[in-house]
């Protein structure tokens, strides 16, 4: 069989997600002089809106932050339904004639940079065979977790259970929850978004958690921002509130930061209000952490409160000793009866796509780089990935990332230089943790992620204003990004011998 091609792009962007349709549309725009492909590993684009599948799937923060700079979210609901958000990918690519440029079946398994071309080689696997490519700039916006597989710890007699059990990445199609007892094992978004859309028809729903999360209602639809829709053209209305959004979220990240404890009173002051005197707040939604130690829960419309003051829904904080074959016995002694249980403990985190990467043959360990700009990785050329806010929607980030990436490679082409690469100086120390988070999914696996340092550009803020001023305004050209082009191996020896002598 004759090899295949290696087909060469400017810029290959791995992911069609949210990211990925997005870093193609700044690049067509920004950049248009450059070719790209995206090699997405599944066989549709969306990404996380495409892979989950259980009910009442939706965004925790909204649309009009996780929404793309360029289009605006037109629908009512500012928090979203899953269904909605894919359709705006959809639209996203159908409309800037981008889904041509995707190649669907293509699960990227390695790179390697080669500093005499100034290239990377991608390589990808297509039905079980290596297809590869080349290009001068690797974009990853391969998202952050594993779609192979969810989190699920090993509870004691799973196999007795006679019941289903589902985890929420892997949700089956035909599974009918209605009449049925539920119990939903976790307390993140996913199990306080899962609780009250199955609560609709299930017999019960059971909350399961080890310990509380803060829980916050927002309406579900924004007022203001309808009244903006109803005045202004959809793009300026769009702005506004996106920048209104912007500016209460990081005003309520201080505020939490600053002044934990107000914050601590004000939200449970809150569900105390929902959920009536009588109701155990203390053990079932006070956290022992102080607000955004943790991504906060965010319910729309009050929809959890209502199903547990309804009594379709409760929540019970215990641990679990095992499971039995009719439900769960909890260390308590009570017993949960089950007909379904869903492990919603989340989600088992990734470095750039669980690809395995080197540098002019040298084997790449992310967790040895430090994080430049929260974008890109000291020591490895021409290779950026997309990772968004811990503390707001991904793509305020994820947009500023791309604009960021255009710049530099516009920068590129205007000076006739072929290779960017982070270079760590003397001083430019770092092993703080990449993610300032206590949740256990980033505890698992941080020390697998790169450092930050204690200093721009090695730091990373968590702070939309301050990376718009340094990612649209600051210089590409900052002593820390070091501009070069390639030179032959022959040359580089030569001249490493005479410095030597
Ligand atoms: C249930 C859930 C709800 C969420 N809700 C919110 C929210 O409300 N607000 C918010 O800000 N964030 C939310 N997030 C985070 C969310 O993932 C991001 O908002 C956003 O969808 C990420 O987009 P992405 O394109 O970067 O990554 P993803 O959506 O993960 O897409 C990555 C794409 O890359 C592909 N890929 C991965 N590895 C490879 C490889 N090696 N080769 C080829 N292709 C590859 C994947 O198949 C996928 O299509 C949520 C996450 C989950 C799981």
Redesign the pocket.
């Known amino acids: 069989m004759l090899a295949q091609e290696t087909e060469h792009f400017d810029v290959v962007i791995?992911?069609?997600?949210?990211?990925?349709v997005g870093a193609a549309k700044h690049l067509q725009d920004r950049s248009p002089d450059r070719t790209y492909v995206v090699?997405?590993?599944?066989a549709a684009?969306g990404?996380?809106?495409d892979l989950?599948r259980y009910p009442g799937?939706r965004?925790?923060?909204d649309m009009y932050t996780?929404g793309y700079v360029f289009k605006p979210w037109k629908a009512a609901k500012a928090i979203a339904d899953g269904p909605s958000i894919l359709a705006y990918v959809n639209e996203t690519a159908a409309e800037n004639g981008i889904d041509p440029h995707i190649r669907y079946g293509?699960?990227?398994k390695r790179a390697d940079w080669d500093s005499e071309t100034a290239a990377w080689t991608v390589t990808?696997e297509v039905d079980g065979a290596p297809v590869r490519f080349t290009c001068n700039f690797l974009f990853m916006?391969?998202?952050y977790?594993s779609?192979a597989s969810g989190y699920r710890p090993e509870f004691a007699g799973s196999a007795d259970f006679k019941g289903q059990i589902v985890h929420p990445q892997h949700w089956p199609a035909d599974l009918d929850h209605s009449g049925k007892k539920v119990v939903v094992i976790g307390s993140g978004?996913?199990a306080v978004t899962l609780v009250p859309e199955m609560a609709k028809t299930a017999a019960h729903v059971t909350m399961l958690q080890r310990s509380p999360t803060y829980v916050v209602s927002r309406p579900a639809e924004d007022p203001a921002a309808e009244w903006l829709k109803a005045k202004f053209k959809p793009m300026t209305a769009y702005r506004i509130t996106r920048w209104k959004n912007v500016l209460l979220g990081m005003l309520f990240f201080r505020m939490a930061r600053t002044r934990p404890e107000k914050v601590k009173e004000q939200i449970l002051g809150m569900v105390r209000e929902k959920l009536g005197p009588d109701y155990d707040v203390a053990t079932h939604f006070t956290p022992t952490y102080n607000p955004w130690d943790q991504r906060l829960c965010l319910v729309p419309d009050n929809d959890l409160f209502d199903a547990i003051n309804g009594g379709a829904a409760s929540v019970v904080t215990d641990h679990i000793e095992r499971f039995t074959e009719t439900g769960i016995l909890l260390k308590s002694g009570q017993t949960l009866e089950a007909d379904i249980i869903v492990t919603a403990t989340g989600?088992n985190l990734e470095v750039l796509?669980?690809?395995e990467f080197a540098v002019d043959g040298a084997p790449v360990k992310f967790s040895e780089t430090l994080s430049y700009k929260g974008m890109m990785y000291s020591g490895v050329p021409n290779l950026a990935s997309?990772f968004?806010y811990t503390n707001a929607?991904?793509t305020l980030k994820?947009d500023l990332t791309c604009a960021y990436v255009c710049r530099l490679l516009n920068h590129m082409t205007r000076t006739g230089l072929a290779q960017c690469t982070p270079v760590r100086r003397p001083g430019d120390e770092g092993d703080q943790d990449w993610l300032d988070f206590s949740s256990g999914y980033v505890q698992r696996s941080v020390h697998l992620f790169p450092k930050q340092g204690a200093k721009a550009p090695w730091k990373q803020h968590q702070n939309y204003a301050l990376d718009l001023m340094t990612l649209k305004f600051g210089k590409v050209d900052d002593g820390a990004m070091v501009f070069s082009n390639p030179v032959s191996k022959v040359r580089k020896a030569a001249v490493e011998k005479k410095l030597a002598a």
């Open positions: 791995v992911g069609a997600g949210l990211s990925g090699l997405e590993g599944r684009k990404g996380t809106w989950f799937i965004s925790d923060s996780l293509h699960m990227v990808a916006c391969s998202g977790y779609y978004a996913t989600l796509g669980g690809a997309s968004g929607s991904w994820a």
